[in-house]
């Protein structure tokens, strides 16, 4: 019979060394990550505007973020040649979540959220409530949140804008749709109660509709949607006397025809081309397109290598039987809502038309336009290397019974700031700008 032989191993005097250098590295590795999250980052912090307002006691504030975070999901370090460090999570996380801190909103709205499990603690902490929703297959998605000491959530929405039927005239399923392309964006509403205010409350909606600058027909589909179930929510849940917010980054600019159409722009000749343009049928509509391109451009950013001139690939120029709307169908569809107004464009122009106008910069000084509802908007919200627009808004609507105005806003980056391309460290963690605005309503 063997007999069972034990080793009692010994490790040599070197051994022990190495093992107490290599715990000691990993103790300065663990307290450097808590530093970096206990000292974040500095942003570079902007002044607040205050209009004039005539206050009464029968009034509610409501003070309203709107951000496109830049999910991290999407982040490519080629579309970013001059963020360096600031794309990594450990620089751009503690600077994304102070500066939404730092606003002190009582209700914001972000988009391309991910790494919900870093940001949720931060906004529990800070005693805010949460309600989160994305798009089918999509790693990120639309977050609002609330105080939660000064509202509660009594209902919620989301839309799928693939599924959404705009017209009742026809037999055929795609038809009634009228969609040009499968694109998985959704829109997200919650209505949310007043604390103490015997029935008051708000609607709030936020979106990320369709990147791609040349689909200019499904983004204004997506838009006219947005607008008419936002009414819906609001009629079926029995508040037709609550204002709404609606913000988001609506991936077009104060020029396109979806922000005429929103806001009550007549549809310039244009727009009616760049309309006309994008009605086509894409293969996620119809999958017998023979395909021209291999690479998909689904996502933000996607397709740029191969699509450099931003035109549509995959696909086929729409036919009547399609359904797509037509420029009067689009017209009659926005024109059964009341029309929104934006808090920067009423804002920033109010400022302009002050005696201290020093420091407005809007969307019209760089397209030298000044007589269209939209030309107030910030110059920029979103500005990297390769691409610099304003896309990203705060739409509000009114009531019957309640007058909304704009008592103040934040104001946006200046052009010098932003040249080195966001994001940027101390400057900014994402690639669009934060935009707040405080907003009355009265009876």
């Known amino acids: ?43 570079l912090q902007r002044p607040w505007i205050s209009l004039p307002s005539t206050r009464t006691t029968s009034q509610s504030i409501i ?19 001059t963020s360096s460090k600031a794309l990594k999570t450990t620089h751009r996380e503690p600077m994304l979540h102070a500066e939404i801190l730092s606003h002190s909103a009582d209700i914001m709205c972000m988009q391309e959220v991910d790494r919900l499990e870093k940001l949720h603690p931060v906004l ?13 297959g999509k790693q990120h998605g639309c977050l609002i949140s609330y105080k939660k000491d000064k509202y509660s ?32 964006n959704i829109g997200f509403i919650v209505a949310l109660a007043e604390a103490g205010a015997n029935g008051k409350g708000v609607i709030v909606a936020t979106t990320h509709l369709f990147w791609h600058p040349a689909f200019t027909y499904e983004r204004t ?15 079926a849940t029995g508040h037709d006397d609550w204002p709404c917010i609606i913000a988001g980054d609506f991936n077009f600019t104060p020029d396109d025809p979806a922000y005429s159409l929103l806001v009550g722009n007549p549809l310039s000749v244009a727009q009616s081309l760049r309309l006309q343009m994008s009605r086509v ?19 933000e950013g996607d397709g740029s290598e191969t699509d450099p ?30 029309k929104l107004r934006s808090a920067y464009d009423e804002g920033q122009r109010a400022r302009r038309g002050s005696s201290t106008p020093d420091g407005v910069c809007t969307f019209g000084d760089r397209t030298l336009s000044s007589n269209r509802l939209g030309d107030h908007e910030p110059m920029w919200t979103s500005y990297t ?11 509000f609507l009114e009531t019957s019974k309640h007058h909304v105005d704009v008592m103040g806003y934040l104001n946006p980056h200046h052009t010098i700031d932003m040249e080195a391309g966001l994001p940027q460290i101390g400057v900014c963690g994402s690639d669009h700008v934060s935009l707040c605005a405080e907003l009355v309503v009265t009876q």
Not at 124 to 136: D, E, F, V
Not at 281 to 299: M, Q, R, Y
């Open 309 to 338: 001139d931003r035109v549509i690939n995959n696909s086929r120029a729409a036919v009547l039987s399609d359904g797509l709307l037509s420029d009067l169908e689009l017209i009659s569809l926005f024109a059964n809502g009341p």
């Open 1 to 43: 019979m063997a007999t069972k032989r034990t080793y009692s191993y010994q490790p040599t005097p070197e051994q022990l060394a190495l093992a107490e250098e290599r715990r000691q590295q990993r103790e300065a590795k663990k307290l450097q990550q808590q530093n970096t999250q206990n000292h974040a980052p500095k942003f």
């Open 124 to 136: 529990k902490q800070a005693g805010y409530s949460s309600a989160y929703s994305t798009g089918p």
């Open 63 to 81: 003070k309203v973020m709107s951000w496109n975070l830049l999910a991290q999901c999407l982040i490519r370090s080629n579309l970013f040649p």
């Open 153 to 184: 959530q009594v209902g919620e929405a989301i839309i799928e804008y693939d599924k959404q039927e705009v017209r009742e005239d026809s037999s055929h399923p795609a038809a009634r749709i009228g969609s040009s392309r499968v694109t998985n």
């Open 281 to 299: 049928i894409h293969i996620s509509v119809d999958p017998t397109i023979p395909p021209t391109t291999k690479k998909a451009d689904d996502e």
């Open 385 to 395: 290397h390769y691409w610099k627009t304003t896309l990203d808004y705060i739409f």
């Open 221 to 235: 589909r997506q838009a006219s949607i947005l607008a008419r179930e936002v009414l819906n929510f609001r009629q």
